[in-house]
């Protein structure tokens, strides 16, 4: 088939990289130029592990091509995919102008029979207003569909390869057919339902896996007070088939561009019918609190933060992507230094991305896991990346001023704890802190 995706960001990159895996001839757009340059010449803009060798291939192939050209590529498509962004606006609800400009750009561009596809995150009723902004600029005939994406970053190219499932909401039978067909080449679990629940079915399933992050996390601060170790738990838990084992990791909450974001518009749907979804409101204040709960060890295990020196290993908000919107690390950052402290940061690939956030002459932007803890007074480990496990207690006491670790991420086991000589606070696991607190109160100015 010929597609052309709308929007080569981070769902519509992969998603249009990955049917052309499928052997459909595919043309992703985007009106910036820089970008389009960018991959034409080989690059690619988002970290994304596989990412680059499938957009090689393909290129090679003759199956994928990018373009600023929205008309030409539309003209040239049987199904249009619909995936520029949807941020959030000051209200929390999804900002719906880019989907709104692309739907008009595709309907001055008609030239026949179209499929058009919403892969962006829309609020339910979206693709009731996308049909009646192209139906009010074209005389063509058309057919809607809503396919929500499900992919995580970091593993985003094999999501969308091996999917769990496929959703297709369209009340054209034909529609569904044809999207059918593109689709079941990944699976066979495809739900075909109407439009109003496939747009639904997106934001519930975010709000409940962010559900999940929240609840695990207030486990894991009750386990600090009681004295029971959170990953037992959560590993009890997951063996329960009506609970499973995935999104049961504590740590210090979610970020990224889609739990944040969702969360926000699935409270601002509620509120615009007249509900309070008072679960929800609060699954989002837990996650702004356990970012927070480093600060608060951190000031117990030094008495005082300010002129301290804090190393901070991982600014993404998770391994193997360079995403920092809404990394719990910004916040943090930022608590350290209004506090006083010296900040030395290191991520292996998303430090670049975290300057245009936040920089400060107070941060030290380190080249390496090493670099960042010598000297340290302590060290907060922030995301798991699997380089920062390999760098051993032992190794890390000789290279810190004081032994003290705030672990973010639960990385390190009980074993490799028990020998060391930290200060080692985790979450939801008080028994891993080995070493009496006293000894290490006011060891910045004691």
């Given at each position: 088939m010929k597609l052309c995706v709308i929007g080569a960001g981070y769902v519509g990159?992969?998603?249009?990289?990955?049917?052309?895996?499928?052997?459909?001839?595919?043309?992703?757009?985007?009106?910036?130029?820089?970008?389009?340059?960018?991959?034409?010449?080989?690059?690619?803009?988002?970290?994304?592990?596989?990412?680059?060798?499938?957009?090689?291939?393909?290129?090679?192939?003759?199956?994928?091509?990018?373009?600023?050209?929205?008309?030409?590529?539309?003209?040239?498509?049987?199904?249009?995919?619909?995936a520029v962004g949807t941020p959030s606006l000051p209200s929390g609800e999804a900002n719906l102008s880019y989907i709104e400009e692309a739907a008009c750009e595709v309907a001055a561009a008609m030239n026949g029979y179209k499929i058009i596809v919403t892969k962006s995150t829309v609020p339910v009723g979206t693709n009731e207003r996308i049909q009646n902004w192209i139906a009010s600029r074209t005389n063509y005939p058309f057919g809607v569909a809503s396919v929500p994406e499900f992919l995580r970053e970091g593993s985003a190219v094999m999501d969308t390869l091996q999917p769990d499932r496929i959703v297709i909401g369209a009340s054209d039978p034909h529609v569904s057919a044809v999207l059918t067909t593109l689709h079941e080449p990944l699976t066979t679990n495809i739900l075909t339902t109407d439009i109003h629940s496939a747009e639904m079915i997106k934001y519930a399933s975010n709000a409940f896996l962010a559900t999940k992050i929240s609840f695990i996390n207030e486990i894991a601060n009750i386990c600090e007070k009681v004295g029971a170790d959170v990953t037992r738990v959560a590993h009890g838990m997951g063996l329960d088939q009506r609970i499973g084992s995935s999104f049961l990791s504590a740590g210090i909450g979610y970020g990224g561009s889609c739990f944040p974001k969702d969360t926000q518009a699935l409270i601002q749907i509620a509120g615009n019918v007249d509900y309070e979804f008072k679960l929800l409101k609060s699954v989002v204040e837990v996650n702004q609190g356990q970012r927070f709960n480093v600060i608060r060890k951190l000031k117990e295990a030094l008495g005082e933060l300010e002129g301290a020196t804090i190393g901070i290993w991982g600014l993404a908000f998770k391994p193997n992507t360079d995403d920092v919107r809404d990394a719990p690390a910004l916040d943090i950052i930022q608590s350290l230094l209004?506090?006083?402290?010296?900040?030395?940061?290191?991520?292996?690939?998303?430090?670049?991305?975290?300057?245009?956030?936040?920089?400060?002459?107070?941060?030290?932007?380190?080249?390496?896991?090493?670099?960042?803890?010598?000297?340290?007074?302590?060290?907060?480990?922030?995301?798991?990346?699997?380089?920062?496990?390999e760098v051993g207690l032992g190794e890390l006491n000789e290279l810190m001023k004081h032994p003290i670790m705030i672990d973010g991420r639960n990385v390190y086991s009980e074993e490799q704890i028990r020998q060391s000589a930290f200060a080692y606070y985790s979450v939801g696991r008080p028994q891993m802190n080995n070493l009496d607190i006293d000894r290490h109160q006011s060891v910045v100015n004691p």
């Open positions: 990159l992969v998603s249009g990289v990955c049917f052309t895996a499928l052997g459909n001839n595919v043309v992703c757009i985007d009106q910036n130029e820089d970008k389009i340059r960018q991959l034409r010449a080989g690059g690619v803009p988002i970290y994304e592990p596989g990412l680059k060798a499938l957009i090689k291939d393909n290129v090679e192939q003759g199956r994928l091509s990018f373009t600023t050209d929205t008309a030409a590529s539309v003209q040239a498509a049987e199904i249009v995919i619909l209004e506090a006083g402290a010296h900040v030395r940061a290191y991520d292996p690939i998303a430090t670049a991305n975290f300057r245009r956030l936040l920089d400060s002459p107070e941060i030290k932007w380190a080249d390496s896991a090493r670099e960042t803890a010598a000297e340290c007074d302590a060290l907060c480990l922030l995301t798991e990346w699997e380089e920062f496990g």
